[in-house]
């Protein structure tokens, strides 16, 4: 009855982290999926065609028009009917409209948008536990809809330089009354009492995984909201995933810093890691030190920083607040990218210095307060007012550690502070 057509890949070939969690650049990237010893994240959502690769899902052309139609409400079948009935509601969601024109298929589109609803409200009300067919085929629903080739970034489309992403118009998904509710629907089955996680991970798998996020790089902030709660509920779930999430995300940003310094989603990201960072046991793991000076830290470099710089911070500060320890790692990473020309940039950064140095006891100042005073000297010859009230707050905060010791004074001797040097 219907006809089916199968999605490419649209994937090319790209670059992954050959290494373990937390060690490197990227180096080169395997198409491959499922639990393999290296993440592999083929960041193909803004790619050309390409040929159908075995995890390709199979999407439906719109059907003829008339040829959906609305089915029955779950209440109004027996209870031994639903499971059956739930798989042909799947089935109606699976079909693909065009949103490009908002006058064609009105009538398939509104169906489809109730039927959904109808799924979300069936899934969250715990009517009736869904078999385990049901799941599966519920996943390559979701699959279909979300799982696609995301348009170009503006620069890309024009060959214009890349302008400044804070600048930039983001992209709103046309398709966006139907994504949000599939969103809705995988949201709402993955934090389910009902869901059976050994079920489960059958089918969020770590190819599903990588694929959610490779949708992170979408400009539409909305899809980028419900990508990371869902993806952090995965993590809290899942417990089997975790270090595989850690290891895709840092390739993630390994890319970011190395290649291409653009990335939609680095400030949601960095969202999931704050709460993953919080829950992270003492004593804190070596992968989870190295994961900060090789990741974290890095992430000031790149010109975007602005744009993510406060949920970077709060990474930065749970890291000390944790281990104090690293605190010394943490103040010389900041002053190795402090900016020289970019004022408002300095701003963030002598913020961050201020909060770090809060969670700072003396021991670790006295290791980095010879850079640390050199560093202040040099701000204290800013005339942009931000600066200049910034440093006012940090040097009370360092005067309050240098004057425990004799090395802190001799660091402002040292560094001809109170000459401006």
């Known amino acids: 009855m219907f006809k089916k057509i199968m999605k490419g890949g649209h994937k090319k070939a790209s670059k992954s982290d050959p290494m373990d969690y937390g060690f490197g650049p990227p ?17 193909a959502s803004r790619t050309g065609p390409g040929t159908a690769g075995p ?18 409400l779950f209440r109004d079948v027996p209870v031994s009917e639903r499971q059956n009935l739930f798989m042909r509601k ?8 065009d949103f490009s024109n908002t006058l064609k298929s009105v009538r398939e589109k509104e169906i489809k948008r109730q ?13 009736g536990k869904i078999t385990e067919m049901c799941q599966e085929e519920m996943i390559k629903m979701v699959a279909i809809n979300i799982f696609r080739s995301l348009p170009p970034a503006s620069h890309e489309n024009t060959g214009q330089e890349a302008s400044d992403p804070e600048e930039e118009e983001p992209y709103l998904e046309p398709a ?27 089918y969020i798998d770590h190819s599903f995984v990588l694929k959610l996020l490779d949708l992170f790089d979408s400009e539409d902030p909305r899809e980028r909201e419900y990508l990371k709660t869902i993806l952090h509920r995965i993590y809290g779930k899942f417990m089997v995933h975790r270090p595989f999430i850690r290891k895709a995300i840092n390739n993630i940003f390994y890319r970011f810093i190395y290649e291409t310094e653009r990335h939609s989603g680095i400030g949601e990201l960095l969202e999931i890691l704050g709460s993953i960072i919080n829950g992270f046991a003492l004593p804190m793991k070596e992968e989870h030190k190295l994961f900060l000076m090789r990741a974290l830290i890095p992430l000031h470099k790149p010109k975007p920083v602005g744009i993510y710089h406060q949920q970077l911070s709060y990474c ?35 913020g961050e210095l201020e909060e770090v140095l809060e969670a700072t006891q003396s021991a670790e100042f006295q290791r980095c307060v010879v850079p640390l ?15 200049t009230v910034f440093k006012a707050f940090v040097f009370e905060n360092v005067y309050s550690l240098s004057s425990q010791s004799l090395l802190g004074i001799i660091g402002i001797q040292h560094c001809g502070m109170w000459n401006f040097c």
């Open 55 to 72: 995890n390709s899902v199979v999407a439906m052309v719109p059907p003829p028009m008339g040829a959906v139609e609305p089915l029955p």
């Open 176 to 202: 966006w009354p139907h994504l949000q509710l599939v969103y809705e629907l995988l949201l709402r089955y993955v934090v389910s009492s009902d869901t059976d996680t050994k079920v489960a991970k059958r």
């Open 90 to 97: 799947l089935q109606i969601c699976c079909f693909q409209f």
């Open 27 to 43: 180096g080169s990237r395997n198409p491959g999926s499922g639990p393999t010893p290296n993440v592999v994240v083929n960041h």
């Open 373 to 387: 005073f050199r560093q202040i000297a040099r701000c204290l010859n800013s005339f942009h007012f931000q600066v």
């Open 316 to 350: 930065i500060i749970q890291f000390v607040e944790k281990d104090y320890k690293l605190a010394d790692t943490v103040i010389r990473g900041l002053l190795k990218y402090w900016p020289l020309t970019n004022c408002q940039k300095e701003v963030l950064f002598l």
């Open 115 to 127: 039927t959904l609803l109808e799924l979300v409200d069936f899934i969250q009300s715990g009517s």
